[in-house]
């Protein structure tokens, strides 16, 4: 096993014993589980400036999928900021959270783990898999105050956005991997227009894009911890790295560039309407994943550069101010900025973490914000993106300054909680990654930064970073962005009336948002009226209906030859046996009561039982007779208690059935004959009998089909008895205790 390997089986095994570990120790669990991420962070500094660390096993060898991990410059750098600031946020989680805390760590390690193994996989199918991981454990992490339903419609919303998106992405990667024969990432060198916007789509949503940008804000009602964590290095970046990952090979991109130009301008602005502190950064940050889309779309040897060091400065004073916002929230009860105000006197050490990381925020000098600016503006290739850069740096000046200076200044109404270490370490840690980083951003370019940007890039850049590059014209759009910003900032209670004004006429982007998924209400009616009718006919008819018609397009448009037929060998006892099944069947559907349908519908079972002991299977014959048996038993207990059996159907609903049914009886007699008339018809059978010894260990070929060669399906169906054997317990027992009050 490898090291990766190993940190991702820790990361599982922290998640299983994390509510143990808090019930032994109580929050002080937090900094011990907190080094399961540290080790994780030390292991990748060793790995710095090596060779790239990669590892493959065989998953499925028949469609060439591995299980494969590769750690280069970008995968690298990302594994580096989640387990980096992950160490922070179990600390920070312990300081943060009264109640709930395992529940919340363990949760935490199983977002982790489906980042880290998200940003290292070399595989297509492996990618796709950690993708859905982060997005089932971030709906997990956002609806974590289950009992809210404004969480709980906040994390519903984030997973049928990334859900789509991610199905969309899959159906990318297929394409991918058919036009190319592999699913190995660094072997894909071709891509069709249909790939790239599916891959596209599914990173949009991901990264909170517009169109998709309204959900990030929204998944604001969870924990601090988790808005700190999803929000500044790890969940809303999956979609740059993917994008990252691919811009090799899809280069210089308008739409990419457009969509990040739109996205970072837009909720930019919007940030500037909001109160709440964690809604004002959410929307900041929508707007810092804009412009790192923007950089992959511009596609040079800057942009690339300004993209790495981008991500690093938005990780380091994003996540130190969701941090700050978050101990403002439980120290003084309110996150609202028009009512906070002399915190400074009670947090002094708050306060300087705070500042910190909003003049690095802001694009100032020595902070490493500042280079990030500057490397942005240098990276332009038009006005328009040079002002879509300024514009953005002046609402990020506002957002900082509602951050870290309101707050704080002034005169304070209320004696807020002391901070301790726990809250107060990870805006620290943060805030001198944006010093220090800022001081050293030469050294930490060739050491990080330039590897991150050949791997965006394709090839090694000669792009250097510094701190000072003289007076220049990317310095004075900077200053412009920061006086324009300082200057809406005196203006910020204008911006909130309105958009309490647009709140109250209720023209927001949520309600937007919900207004346009209103729009799906027709189409899911429809859809329900006509499958969740409480019929089973009802559903038969959808089923075989639908299945009839998709074989008769696959039929008329596809080639089917059935020319080669073998000619039919007509043995007396074989055909004796078909006519007493379908005279049976025909029996079935005429039959007065029930009790003689089902003892009818047993004589077809014994039919086709017959038929298979004709052709050597006395295993599959003596468990299709057991079933029959069975069934029939089953049937007679059930109908003996059935009202009186009587017959409603009208004429038209009989004929309607019968054409359907025969129908689908046509559409499985082809199927059979298009099997028949194969050049080698028997070549599965033989596989089966050949192998199941060898293969699967078995001497009993059914059994072995069943068990083995479709064990995934066997697994499926016991997974699907499982989850809804949990669903009903879970139904009955685990209610809440409000509801266990009143009953």
Not at 493 to 509: H, N
């Amino acid at each position: 096993m490898s090291a990766l390997e190993g940190f991702l089986l820790c990361g599982l095994l922290a998640a299983g014993l994390a509510p143990f570990v808090v019930r032994w120790l109580g929050n002080a669990a937090g900094w011990l589980l907190a080094l399961v991420p540290a080790s994780a962070f030390t292991w990748g500094l060793t790995l710095l400036g090596k060779d790239a660390f990669t590892i493959s096993r065989p998953w499925v060898e028949d469609l060439g999928i591995n299980f494969a991990f590769r750690l280069d410059g970008l995968s690298l750098f990302f594994w580096l900021l989640i387990s980096g600031i992950g160490t922070l946020i179990f600390v920070y989680a312990a300081g943060y959270m009264k109640k709930d805390l395992g529940r919340l760590l363990s949760y935490l390690f199983l977002f982790m783990v489906a980042m880290l193994g998200l940003v290292s996989a070399s595989d297509l199918i492996t990618l796709f898999v950690f993708w859905e991981a982060t997005s089932i454990t971030s709906f997990l992490l956002i609806g974590f105050s289950h009992e809210n339903p404004t969480a709980r419609k906040s994390a519903l919303q984030a997973l049928l956005i990334t859900g789509t998106g991610g199905l969309l992405l899959l159906a990318g990667f297929l394409i991918l991997g058919n036009q190319n024969g592999t699913y190995n990432l660094a072997e894909i060198t071709e891509y069709s227009p249909v790939a790239f916007w599916l891959i596209l789509i599914g990173a949009m949503t991901k990264s909170a894009q517009f169109p998709f940008h309204f959900w990030l804000p929204n998944a604001m009602s969870a924990p601090t911890p988790v808005s700190a964590y999803l929000h500044s290095a790890t969940m809303v970046k999956a979609g740059v790295f993917l994008l990252a990952k691919f811009s090799p090979l899809f280069g210089a991109q308008t739409p990419i560039l457009v969509i990040g130009a739109i996205t970072f301008v837009l909720a930019s602005i919007l940030s500037l309407f909001e109160t709440d502190l964690k809604r004002i950064l959410a929307w900041s940050t929508v707007g810092a994943l804009g412009s790192m889309v923007m950089l992959i779309g511009i596609g040079t040897e800057k942009a690339a550069l300004a993209l790495a060091i981008t991500i690093l400065a938005h990780a380091a004073y994003k996540g130190a101010l969701f941090m700050v916002a978050g101990t403002i929230d439980i120290t003084v009860g309110t996150r609202d900025v028009s009512k906070l105000s002399g915190l400074v006197k009670h947090a002094p050490i708050l306060w300087g973490a705070a500042l910190i990381a909003a003049a690095s925020m802001s694009g100032i000098i020595p902070f490493l914000g500042f280079v990030k600016k500057e490397v942005q503006l240098a990276a332009a290739p038009s006005l328009l993106i040079t002002l879509a850069i300024i514009i953005g740096g002046a609402c990020s000046v506002v957002a900082a300054a509602n951050v870290a200076l309101r707050p704080f200044l002034g005169n304070s109404e209320s004696a807020p909680e002391k901070t301790h270490l726990g809250l107060l370490l990870g805006p620290i840690v943060l805030g001198l990654v944006s010093v220090l980083g800022g001081l050293a951003v030469a050294q930490l370019g060739a050491q990080l930064l330039e590897p991150v940007a050949a791997s965006v890039f394709g090839h090694a850049i000669h792009e250097h970073l510094a701190l000072w590059h003289g007076l220049n014209t990317e310095l004075i759009f900077s200053l412009i962005a920061i006086g324009i910003g300082a200057a809406l900032a005196f203006q910020a209670p204008r911006f909130w009336a309105i958009g309490e004004k647009l709140k109250a006429q209720q023209f927001t982007t949520e309600s937007i948002s919900a207004g346009l998924f209103r729009l799906l209400h027709p189409i899911g009616e429809l859809t329900s009226d006509l499958i969740e009718k409480n019929s089973f006919r009802r559903h038969l008819l959808v089923y075989f209906g639908s299945f009839v018609i998709l074989f008769a397009i696959a039929f008329f448009t596809s080639p089917f030859d059935l020319r080669h037929v073998p000619e039919p060998r007509i043995i007396w006892y074989e055909t004796a046996f078909c006519v007493f099944a379908v005279i049976a069947a025909l029996a079935v559907i005429r039959m007065k009561n029930r009790l003689g349908a089902v003892a009818v519908l047993g004589i077809v079972g014994v039919a086709i039982t017959l038929t298979y002991a004709t052709y050597s299977a006395p295993d599959l014959a003596l468990t299709q007779l057991l079933i029959e048996i069975l069934s029939v038993v089953l049937f007679v207990l059930v109908f003996f208690h059935l009202p009186r059996f009587t017959q409603m159907s009208k004429r038209n609903t009989k004929v309607r059935d019968a054409i359907i049914a025969g129908a689908f009886g046509l559409v499985m007699t082809v199927v059979c004959l298009g099997v028949l008339s194969a050049p080698n018809p028997d070549r599965l059978s033989e596989y089966f009998a050949q192998t199941s010894y060898e293969k699967a260990k078995g001497k009993n070929v059914v059994n072995t089909i069943i068990v083995d060669y479709r064990g995934l399906d066997t697994l499926g169906e016991i997974t699907v008895l499982a989850v809804a054997a949990l669903g009903v317990h879970a139904l009955l027992k685990l209610r809440p205790k409000s509801l266990e009050d009143k009953s």
